[in-house]
Nanobody, 124 residues
């Protein structure tokens, strides 16, 4: 079993930056793949970015040039550096993890482990 805890959310003005962190615990080995999803009020949860243990990364097109996902396997941690934030980035951001190999890293059904979420609010 893996427990995930997000941190780093907050309120920022448009054009600003935030760095989210996700700490994994419950076992010594880091998950095979980890990801960030987000959910805005009244909208479905959507994929933001994912990273495999090999450090291969994948992004939603709307964040590809602004967000950077990274992980530190030794620390069992994952990060999301968010730059040039826009009001439409406002959402609760969730950390997710999984171990069974999947091609579909953008599907939330592929992740059995989830954090509680951290709020990101971008003001215009």
């Amino acid at each position: 079993q893996v427990q995930l805890v997000e941190s780093g959310g907050g309120l920022v003005q448009a054009g600003g930056s935030l760095r989210l962190s996700c700490a994994a615990s419950g076992r010594s080995s880091s998950p095979a793949h980890m990801a960030w999803f987000r959910q805005a009020p009244g909208k479905e949860r959507e994929f933001v970015a994912a990273i495999r243990r090999s450090d291969s990364t994948y992004y939603q097109n709307s964040v590809k040039d602004r967000f950077t996902i990274a992980r530190d396997n030794a620390k069992n941690a994952m990060y999301l550096q968010m730059n040039s934030l826009k009001p439409e980035d406002t959402a609760v951001y969730y950390c997710a993890a999984g171990d069974r190999y999947t091609y579909y890293l953008n599907r939330f059904s592929e992740y059995p482990y989830w954090g509680q979420g951290t709020q990101v609010t971008v003001s215009s």
